[in-house]
């Protein structure tokens, strides 16, 4: 066939490769399937296509990273007040402030500098060598090198180093499962398929990515580098952005409501002392020392150190974090979109029912892991005595071309998952590998003969081990095998078989016939006569079970208001065996087909009801959570493949599987699954509620205390008394006392009851009008009972009345705040309910803070850099006594609504 440089190939965008016949694609092509391109040819096709890479666009530099972590309106506004404090010379308050803010920047930047790898991933996953036909002759070459046209040679471990139209297939089987989501390998064939056929259905051609589980093959390389299917789900991943978290957006909510704040009080203060007749060039400075007392200094690195601190707890739960403030979003999920295969399932298929003609029997044991055993009615049999079962599993093991390995990660296949399966079920009756037949004589399975035929050479026999569809099987069986002797293949033992057969299939297990025939020596080696007249052994039920623990999850999913919706390209009937299996509340599939069939407006319908979706493209998962979340819901996304790197990375958090899943669904991931199990998703909810009723909870304490401050010197300052506080006072509470203080309310353990309520709206603010009420009684009774202490001190006269009114005014604010952190432990419950000891890292902190105090009161270096003297115990004594009122006044109150609610619930439960 011609190969002239002048006469290009059509682009493989503009052809439908899947329905052409062979001839018709190597016309095409300007390809010879026996020959394959001369090195001109390729030369010249490589410089005009391009070589095949994926090309990277859009990647974030680190600098880039590292600025986004100052992007915050917060961080502005402490920014201004950096400067303002430089400003008017009070260097020390200006550098505290950023260094600060320098170090939660650097804290933020390296746990989130691995950001954008997909990329990177994918070329990872591509075979950097491939065996290709050129001039006549098999070469290896480098993959970047093909060119459309290239014949490429498959054998079995191959990974396809492009998209190609098979030209020859020979018992050929693909693992697709990281690209469509089908968990079963998938015959391959020379016939044209329908142009309207789904990815998972092309079944003539063989995709850049996926690995050759059986058999070999040849292939016209049809597209190339980003062209190709795993090209476009680069780019798609790529193509999605990062949308800001909700704790970003409440972060921003809260920086505007302290900019709004600080700045009316500075004015409020410079106004207000103006017109009391105070310089207005005096009172301006005031007024703006007051605004920078107002904003919390530590509150951006408190909320960076907790979700750090947050990082280490999820990592203990089987949860990796990628992105900080995504631990956060996990508490406010409201719909958990997942694939099926190797999330909800062990991605290992696994022989689960056996039907003997004298029976049926249970296989337990889970994926590849050999632990098992054989149950008939739920009790545990000795299958020594069951010889019709040996018979079966010792022909399931010699009609086999798997094995399994074993290294850190456990029990791995090698060869076709389905073959793996009869494998470990045979060694579950301890069939020991070395008895598993090594023949030369094959009859091998294809998509026409639907069996599969090994020959062995027994010491006065031929025996024919066969297996393969059971209506295939079934049609060639005159006789059945039924407690170790063979008998009549009678009418009822068809039917027995026959209804077996749909009953596994209704339970979305795949099944296989086995059969066996026993042959005299030198009997002719045909296919046509051996596999006739043969013993049916039995049928089994395969299927990829789901992990143990989802069933729970999926419940407590649905307890905390989580919606669990499945999204997979596996076959309708699988999905919905399995949903039904793990007590999802699906009651429709809905395939990829019907899902082009909808505009937007009846997909959110849809989405309204109880569904599950099946044989959809990576287009498709992306375009559900786009509509879920444009309906106002806080998507979650999981997967493992390929396939689900665009939607991973288009959902609110993006949750890939650590162990099994693709380096591409990783690197598009927030949150990375470290055991693959889906239960270890709602334990990451849990922790995420944790951590956001922990930043409300710290909030609440920084702006109280703040706002305390804020009530004494502006009061202070109305009534024309001296300076109250210090600045370099304030910045010592603000940076070193509350920021540590706050840490420790970070840690606090989740309340009870957290998982039993709904998810919290993405409209809902850190601080609604409840917390900003509390927040105005706090910091009223703080900042009036530290004006208490220094006018009180202040009257009493004598020389060094200011130093030590002052003195007594700072340690004040600083113990009353410090008595408050127990009422800001629980936002609901009382000290008695949620145990005193329950949080140690609060105990420290108070011990710590306390001990800090102390030293500023009384050692010598710290008098003079904070402006303190020493104080009596007497002073200590009036300043507990002012203090803990606003501690018991909150445990009274707390206690009275506790008991009410547990009066309300024990008066419902009699109802009921």
């Known amino acids: 066939m011609s190969q002239k440089a002048t006469q290009a190939p059509e682009h493989p965008a503009s052809v439908v490769w899947h329905c052409l016949e062979v001839p018709d694609v190597l016309k095409r092509l300007d390809a010879n399937q026996h020959t394959g391109l001369s090195a001109e040819e390729a030369a010249t096709r490589l410089n005009r296509y391009g070589p095949n890479v994926l090309l990277e666009t859009g990647r974030i530099p680190w600098y880039v990273v590292f600025g986004r972590q100052f992007v915050d309106i917060l961080i502005f506004i402490l920014m201004i007040a950096a400067v303002i404090a430089g400003a008017l010379g009070?260097?020390?308050?200006?550098?505290?402030?950023?260094?600060?803010?320098?170090?939660?920047?650097?804290?933020?930047?390296?746990?989130e500098w691995k950001a954008e790898t997909a990329i990177q991933a994918l070329k990872r996953m591509l075979e950097p060598k491939c065996n290709v036909v050129r001039a006549g002759s098999e070469q290896k070459i480098d993959a970047k090198d093909l060119v459309l046209g290239d014949v490429v040679v498959l054998k079995i471990g191959d990974h396809v180093p492009a998209d190609l139209r098979l030209l020859e297939a020979i018992n050929l089987k693909m693992d697709e499962s990281s690209l469509t989501g089908e968990s079963e390998s998938v015959d391959k064939g020379i016939d044209p398929n329908d142009p309207a056929a789904p990815l998972a259905d092309r079944t003539s051609l063989a995709w850049m990515g996926t690995a050759v589980v059986n058999g070999h093959g040849l292939g016209a390389v049809v597209a190339t580098g980003m062209k190709t299917e795993f090209g476009r789900i680069a780019e798609l991943t790529q193509s999605v952005g990062r949308e800001i978290t909700p704790l970003q957006r409440q972060l921003a909510v809260l920086g505007k409501q302290l900019g709004i704040i600080s700045v009316t009080i500075s004015a409020l203060v410079a106004i207000s002392g103006w017109l009391l007749g105070k310089p207005?060039?005096?009172?301006?400075?005031?007024?703006?020392?007051?605004?920078?007392?107002?904003?919390?200094?530590?509150?951006?690195?408190?909320?960076?150190?907790?979700?750090?601190?947050?990082?280490?707890?999820?990592?203990?739960?089987?949860?990796?974090?990628?992105?900080?403030?995504?631990?956060?979003?996990?508490?406010?999920?409201?719909?958990?979109?997942?694939?099926?295969?190797?999330?909800?399932?062990?991605?290992?298929?696994?022989?689960?029912?056996?039907?003997?003609?004298?029976?049926?029997?249970?296989?337990?044991?889970?994926?590849?892991?050999?632990?098992?055993?054989?149950?008939?009615?739920?009790?545990?049999?000795?299958?020594?005595?069951?010889?019709?079962?040996?018979?079966?599993?010792?022909?399931?093991?010699?009609?086999?071309?798997?094995?399994?390995?074993?290294?850190?990660?456990?029990?791995?296949?090698?060869?076709?998952?389905?073959?793996?399966?009869?494998?470990?079920?045979?060694?579950k009756a301890w069939i020991q590998p070395e008895?598993?037949?090594?023949?030369?004589?094959?009859?091998?399975?294809?998509?026409?003969?639907?069996?599969?035929?090994?020959?062995?050479?027994?010491?006065?026999?031929?025996?024919?081990?066969?297996?393969?569809?059971?209506?295939?099987?079934?049609?060639?069986?005159?006789?059945?095998?039924?407690?170790?002797?063979?008998?009549?293949?009678?009418?009822?033992?068809?039917?027995?078989?026959?209804?077996?057969?749909?009953?596994?299939?209704?339970?979305?297990?795949?099944?296989?016939?086995?059969?066996?025939?026993?042959?005299?020596?030198?009997?002719?080696?045909?296919?046509?006569?051996?596999?006739?007249?043969?013993?049916?052994?039995?049928?089994?039920?395969?299927?990829?079970?789901?992990?143990?623990?989802?069933?729970?999850?999926?419940r407590s999913a649905d307890s905390a208001g989580i919606r669990v919706v499945m999204i997979t390209g596996d076959n309708p009937k699988t999905a919905m065996s399995i949903a039904k299996n793990i007590g999802m509340k699906a009651e429709r599939e809905i395939t990829g087909m019907e899902l082009n069939e909808m505009?937007?407006?009846?997909?959110?319908?849809?989405?309204?009801?109880?569904?599950?979706?099946?044989?959809?493209?990576?287009?498709?998962?992306m375009r559900i959570v786009k509509v879920l979340q444009q309906i106002g819901e806080v998507v979650g996304m999981t997967g493992d493949g390929v396939n689900d790197a665009p939607a991973l990375k288009q959902a609110d958090i993006g949750i890939s599987m650590g162990v099994r899943g693709t380096d591409v669904a990783k690197g598009a991931s927030d949150m990375i699954l470290t055991d693959d199990n889906f239960a270890s998703i709602i334990n990451a909810v849990e922790e995420g509620r944790r951590e956001y009723d922990n930043i409300q909870k710290?909030?609440?304490?920084?702006?109280?205390?703040?706002?305390?401050?804020?009530?004494?010197?502006?009061?202070?300052?109305?009534?024309?008394?001296?300076?109250?506080?210090?600045?370099?006072?304030?910045?010592?509470?603000?940076?070193?006392?509350?920021?540590?203080?706050?840490?420790?309310?970070?840690?606090?353990?989740?309340?009870?009851?957290?998982?039993?309520?709904?998810?919290?709206?993405?409209?809902?603010?850190?601080?609604?009008?409840?917390?900003?009420?509390?927040?105005?009684?706090?910091?009223?009774?703080?900042?009036?009972?530290t004006l208490w202490l220094f006018n009180h001190y202040l009257n009493s006269g004598g020389d060094d009345a200011i130093p030590k009114a002052r003195t007594v005014a700072f340690t004040g604010i600083i113990v009353i705040?410090?008595?408050?952190?127990?009422?800001?432990?629980?936002?609901?419950?009382?000290?008695?309910?949620?145990?005193?000891?329950?949080?140690?890292?609060?105990?420290?902190?108070?011990?710590?803070?306390?001990?800090?105090?102390?030293?500023?009161?009384?050692?010598?270096?710290?008098?003079?850099?904070?402006?303190?003297?020493?104080?009596?115990?007497?002073?200590?004594?009036?300043?507990?006594?002012?203090?803990?009122?606003?501690?018991?006044?909150?445990?009274?109150?707390?206690?009275?609504?506790?008991?009410?609610?547990?009066?309300?619930?024990?008066?419902?439960?009699?109802?009921?």
């Open 90 to 111: 009070e260097w020390i308050d200006a550098v505290a402030i950023l260094v600060i803010l320098l170090f939660n920047g650097v804290l933020g930047f390296i746990q």
């Open 280 to 427: 207005l060039l005096e009172m301006f400075l005031t007024g703006i020392a007051l605004a920078v007392a107002v904003v919390p200094e530590g509150l951006p690195a408190v909320v960076t150190i907790t979700l750090a601190l947050g990082v280490r707890h999820m990592v203990k739960r089987r949860a990796l974090l990628r992105r900080l403030r995504a631990s956060e979003t996990l508490g406010k999920v409201t719909v958990i979109c997942t694939d099926k295969t190797g999330t909800l399932t062990q991605n290992q298929m696994t022989v689960q029912r056996i039907w003997l003609p004298s029976g049926e029997l249970t296989v337990t044991g889970i994926g590849y892991d050999p632990e098992g055993h054989f149950e008939i009615d739920g009790r545990k049999i000795d299958h020594k005595q069951q010889p019709g079962l040996l018979a079966l599993l010792q022909t399931g093991l010699n009609c086999n071309n798997a094995s399994l390995t074993k290294n850190h990660r456990g029990w791995n296949e090698i060869g076709e998952p389905t073959e793996a399966a009869l494998v470990v079920a045979a060694y």
């Open 599 to 621: 505009n937007d407006e009846e997909l959110r319908q849809t989405l309204k009801e109880e569904v599950l979706f099946a044989r959809t493209t990576p287009e498709h998962k």
């Open 698 to 785: 710290f909030v609440r304490y920084l702006m109280s205390s703040n706002m305390g401050e804020a009530v004494a010197i502006f009061i202070n300052v109305l009534f024309g008394g001296p300076l109250i506080l210090l600045p370099v006072q304030i910045l010592w509470m603000n940076l070193i006392t509350d920021g540590v203080t706050a840490l420790a309310l970070g840690m606090e353990p989740a309340e009870r009851g957290i998982m039993s309520r709904p998810p919290r709206r993405v409209t809902e603010p850190i601080l609604d009008r409840r917390s900003l009420f509390i927040i105005l009684i706090y910091g009223s009774y703080i900042g009036l009972a």
């Open 817 to 912: 705040q410090m008595i408050s952190i127990f009422n800001f432990r629980s936002l609901y419950a009382p000290i008695a309910k949620i145990g005193f000891f329950s949080n140690p890292w609060v105990l420290i902190a108070w011990t710590s803070n306390l001990l800090l105090q102390i030293s500023a009161v009384y050692v010598p270096f710290m008098q003079h850099a904070l402006g303190t003297v020493a104080l009596g115990l007497n002073d200590w004594g009036l300043i507990l006594f002012v203090g803990m009122p606003i501690f018991l006044i909150t445990e009274i109150y707390k206690n009275l609504i506790w008991n009410k609610k547990l009066l309300e619930q024990g008066t419902e439960k009699r109802i009921c």
């Open 435 to 554: 008895e598993q037949l090594k023949s030369s004589v094959e009859f091998s399975f294809n998509s026409q003969r639907k069996r599969m035929t090994v020959i062995e050479t027994a010491d006065s026999a031929f025996i024919a081990h066969v297996k393969g569809a059971p209506e295939v099987i079934l049609e060639r069986c005159t006789r059945v095998l039924e407690n170790g002797e063979e008998k009549e293949f009678s009418e009822q033992d068809s039917k027995q078989a026959i209804d077996t057969i749909q009953r596994f299939a209704d339970m979305g297990l795949r099944t296989l016939a086995l059969a066996r025939r026993k042959l005299p020596l030198g009997f002719p080696l045909d296919e046509n006569q051996i596999e006739r007249e043969l013993t049916l052994l039995g049928i089994v039920g395969i299927m990829d079970p789901p992990h143990l623990e989802v069933p729970a999850a999926v």
